[in-house]
């Protein structure tokens, strides 16, 4: 599994890379000159050419890609243009931010997603089970903005239950979590019924049965993790868009997350930023499509064995 | 399930073939069967007949864009169906614009998306090989960043107009796309009537467009439903940010971006602009899911 | 062992009038439609078939594991040693299922759970009514491997990295762990390659005899059941339409359907004849003719087979049809 997990890490890196030049470039060609952000009212042509060489704009793209790719593997995400200071200070006191509400909204929808498709796969027929239909369907739809200011005025402002903005301690992050996560939590409960329904028909399930294995054990020891691995293949495809989600989260509660912090450095056209924001987040995918592998590949002893993972 | 039943469904299927009904046919009346399809079906349609007639419905600059301060924050009425926001301007007239924009740039950036990443998608999947590499990775690390992500740098570079935002949504969904496209044709490449084509040598570009593609149709309509869905969201979700469709054209995400501000002493507000964007949404979810559910009845 | 099915004139298994039905919005299908069965201590009936005629949903309900909801089994008793399975507790079920009846399935590609190993497959059947802990199951779970021709040290191994063939050994090596009184083997070589199916059959029928198990053996092969039955009991759409030992089925058959069976079997020994099909299919079982459902496809077709089911018919002690061509004669009119 090891093997497995260092192969993949390295397999990380040219993405990572590949992404960054993507953005490097839809940057790059950003029209406009970026030193009358930074100067100002003190733009003159002089000024202007000395910052340029300053700050390495004078040169040909490939070059400036090259250093940033270069102080980038150390760490360095460039100088923000509006306030001089580096990137990563403003990445890493804003990023853990964003993190505490992907986790939340993570642990929402997993935790309430999947044991209600597993239950309404295996009464398909029951009201139950088209109660949830219906509400998953109804969520799947739910945009994530709206959601939020409907749970701020039930929450924060009717029932004055919870915090509508900021994020200081476990109650701000209720909603946010939930909002960010409703989407997800409807898609991954549709997936876990629909796969539970699946596996509950197999010939192996009823092959439990004919052992005399009880119903509790049919679900829990036999089909559940089989039902479990398209569910954990909707997460992997889905943390990008929960990823993608956040800055609309943030938007909506007043978050300073690195969502937040991205739609403000774009309306100031502070390139550095945004690119380091976008970098940030890209990695962020990569890296929970590395988890839900690793995840995946223990759930299928197919996959597991083909990396000479652990035992049996 | 019982092979009785199994073998049952496949013997029947096979009388089927001989009713003499088109694959077409079959398909619409299985559609029509789920319930839900054809509600979303029918909400769909009024939404868009809405956003045709709305200039007969609302006047655009009377009604959707002219300030008047002194009809500022009136709560829904018999005047005002769904109430006035800040500027004194009426919420139906512009969700009734604002469709028009939704729908527009929602269907215009999937087209884009599906010409360019369909036929990416199709070379990928018909050649194979080194190709298919080659193109694939380059998907994957657009995938790597999330597609509001890929539209708001695109919108970020190029500024908010219009068809900027056409270009990046579509942009955005180009992989998705290329990927849906890819394995639709990867699995009619295999097939008898692809390998007969090829065999009575028909040229490539021939074979991709008269047999592949028109076999990968159902696939993509699904596809193209949802994605547009898809889009819409984006459209309202860029502009709730800030980074759309600008004040004071009216759309539906930045009439709740703008409304929020009014929303704890004006609850009205903020619902009918987010209600059409779920209403939207969720016609196209049902019918895309009742057109799968239609297209490929194993799947159900 | 000798001592557990001393008592020779016990039934293990006797099934009266059981009609199941396949029920959903759209339609309803006569799966079973009056079957009745009796299969003694230490014996082996042979159900034989076409496909759809019912077999296994036959089978399916002496564990009561007719698929729900759509399955309902509409009248009919089952009755394993003299308890009546359908109307036990849930509880009593699993106590039954895999210790006193088990089943080998059709498909064995499709009978494993792929994300468990061989060894703990076999084991759990043995925790569960054992009672003993699970080193020692899969201690037994291995012995249980060597016994079905597969080298112990693979219970480690994934259904994945077994042929066909083995995966087989292993689905009986599951049913058998328990060494139930009853085991049903629901067309145990079908999917499995023509020089594998004959070990398979073989390492049923030894294993048989070992434990002393009564069988139902279902097939459409008529090879098999002469191998390994000791009855035969010939279901057409839902019902068993001919009956007797061995002996009556293969030397005295009487029902056109069971005559048709055999015509189409390839003879070895005159290799230029031709095989004789069955004309016609299956009816649909949701639409069967009227009177004896077999009459649209009987060459011995009579006004009456139309309109009227015929009624179960003794020949002797052990032999019976559902014919109307035997209303007046025991002789055959075949």
């Known amino acids: 599994m090891f093997k497995f997990i260092v192969r993949r890490l390295l397999a990380m890196i040219p993405v990572i890379l590949a992404v960054t030049f993507v953005v490097f470039t839809i940057m790059y060609f950003t029209p406009g000159d970026p030193t009358n952000t930074i100067l100002g009212n003190e733009w003159t042509e002089d000024a202007s050419a000395k910052l340029k060489t300053e700050l390495g704009l004078d040169q040909s793209f490939l070059v400036q890609f090259f250093n940033y790719t270069k102080n980038l593997i150390q760490g360095d995400f460039g100088m923000s243009y509006i306030t001089r200071a580096p990137v990563s200070e403003q990445l890493l006191a804003r990023f853990p931010n964003t993190l ?88 991954i409960m549709r997936t876990t019924r629909s796969s539970m329904l699946e596996v509950i028909r197999q010939d192996y399930i009823r092959t439990a049965k004919a052992k005399g294995v009880n119903a509790r054990n049919v679900v829990l020891n036999h089909a559940l993790q089989n039902a479990m691995m398209p569910t954990v293949t909707v997460i992997g495809m889905n943390i990008g868009a929960l990823l993608g989600g956040v800055v609309l989260t943030e938007t909506v509660f007043s978050i300073p997350g690195t969502g937040r912090l991205l739609v403000e450095a ?21 890296v929970s499509n590395l988890v839900v592998d690793i995840v995946y590949a223990y759930m299928d002893p197919r996959i597991k064995a083909q990396y000479g993972g652990g035992k049996g | 399930m019982d092979e009785v039943v199994k073998k049952y469904t496949t013997r029947k299927e096979f009388f089927k073939q001989y009713k003499k009904k088109s694959r077409l046919q079959e398909t619409w009346n299985r559609f029509l069967r789920n319930k839900m399809a054809v509600i979303g079906l029918f909400i769909f349609i009024f939404i868009v007949l809405v956003a045709i007639t709305a200039p007969i419905i609302a006047n655009y600059d009377t009604e959707a864009i002219k300030i008047n301060v002194p009809n500022r924050l009136k709560a829904p009425s018999t005047e005002h169906i769904f109430g006035t926001d800040e500027m004194g301007r009426d919420i139906m007239a512009r969700i009734v614009h604002g469709a028009r924009i939704s729908l527009v740039v929602g269907f215009a950036s999937v087209a884009l998306a599906l010409f360019i990443g369909g036929a990416l998608g199709a070379i990928a999947g018909y050649y194979g090989g080194k190709i298919d590499d080659v193109i694939m990775r380059c998907m994957d690390v657009f995938l790597c960043l999330p597609d509001v992500l890929l539209a708001l740098a695109i919108v970020a570079a190029f500024g908010t107009n219009l068809v900027n935002m056409t270009i990046a949504i579509g942009l955005s969904f180009t992989p998705k796309f290329s990927r849906v496209v890819r394995s639709a044709v990867m699995t009619v490449r295999g097939i008898e009537y692809v390998e007969a084509a090829r065999a009575i040598g028909s040229t490539n570009t021939h074979i991709i467009t008269n047999h592949v593609l028109i076999n ?85 | 062992m000798e001592i557990k099915k001393m008592n020779e004139q016990e039934n293990t298994l006797e099934i009266k009038n059981l009609v199941i039905h396949y029920i959903s919005d759209e339609e309803v299908v006569k799966a079973v439609n009056g079957v009745d069965i009796i299969i003694k201590a230490g014996k082996t009936l042979g159900l034989v078939g076409e496909t759809g005629a019912g077999k296994t949903t036959t089978a399916l309900s002496i564990l009561n594991l007719v698929p729900e909801p759509q399955g309902k089994i509409l009248s009919g008793e089952v009755l394993l040693e003299g308890r009546s399975v359908l109307t036990m507790s849930e509880l009593e079920l699993e106590e039954i299922r895999g210790d006193k009846v088990a089943m080998i399935f059709q498909d064995p590609m499709t009978s494993l759970n792929p994300v468990h190993t061989v060894g703990a497959q076999i084991a759990e059947s043995i925790e569960i009514h054992r009672k003993v802990s699970k080193e020692e199951a899969l201690k037994q ?72 198990m009564s069988m139902l053996m279902i097939t459409h092969d008529l090879g098999i059941v002469a191998e390994v039955c000791d009855e035969v009991s010939i279901a057409y759409a839902g019902r068993i339409v001919e009956h007797g030992t061995l002996e009556d089925i293969f030397d005295n058959l009487r029902h056109p359907y069971t005559k048709g069976l055999f015509d189409a079997l390839p003879d070895i020994e005159i290799r230029r004849s031709e095989l004789k099909p069955i004309k016609g299919l299956m009816p649909d079982p949701t639409n069967l003719p009227s009177g004896c459902p077999f009459h649209p496809r009987c060459d011995y077709v009579m006004e009456v087979c139309s309109q009227s089911l015929p009624e179960n018919k003794w020949l002797s002690e052990t032999h019976c049809v559902q014919c109307h061509l035997y209303k007046d004669t025991n002789e055959s009119r075949l």
């Open chain 2, 216 to 300: 990968c149709f159902g696939p993509i309509v699904v596809q193209v439903t949802l994605y547009v869905a898809s889009a819409i969201l984006t459209i309202s979700a860029l502009s709730f940010i800030g980074l759309g469709i600008q004040a004071p054209i009216p759309e539906w995400g930045n009439m709740l971006a703008s409304g929020r501000a009014y929303m704890r002493d004006h609850a009205y507000i903020v619902m009918a602009p987010g209600l059409a964007i779920f209403v939207t949404i969720l016609s196209l979810n049902l019918l895309g899911d009742g057109l799968r559910d239609a297209l490929d009845p194993r799947l159900k």
């Open chain 1, 266 to 286: 774009i309306n100031k056209r502070d390139t550095p930023t945004v690119l380091g924001c976008l970098v940030i987040m890209a990695v962020c995918v990569a």
């Open chain 3, 141 to 212: 779970a291995k012995e249980m491997l060597e016994l079905v021709g597969i080298p112990g040290e693979r219970s480690n191994e994934y259904p994945y990295q077994f042929s066909g063939g083995m995966k087989q050994r292993v689905v009986i090596a599951i049913a058998l762990t328990c060494s139930p009184d009853l085991l049903i083997a629901d067309e145990p070589t079908t999917a499995l390659d023509v020089t594998i199916q004959a070990q398979v059959l073989k390492l049923i029928n030894e294993l048989r005899r070992k434990y002393h």
């Open chain 1, 100 to 187: 505490k509400v992907v986790a939340g909204a993570m642990l929402f929808c997993v935790g309430l997603g999947v044991p209600i498709g597993v239950f309404s796969g295996v009464k398909p027929y029951s009201l139950f089970s088209n109660f949830t239909m219906v509400v998953g369907l109804l969520g799947v739809s739910l945009p994530i903005f709206w959601l939020g200011l409907l749970l701020i005025l039930l929450f924060s402002v009717q029932l004055g239950w919870l915090p509508s903005s900021g994020i200081d301690g476990f109650a701000s992050l209720i909603l946010p979590s939930v909002a960010l996560g409703a989407n997800y939590m409807a898609n």
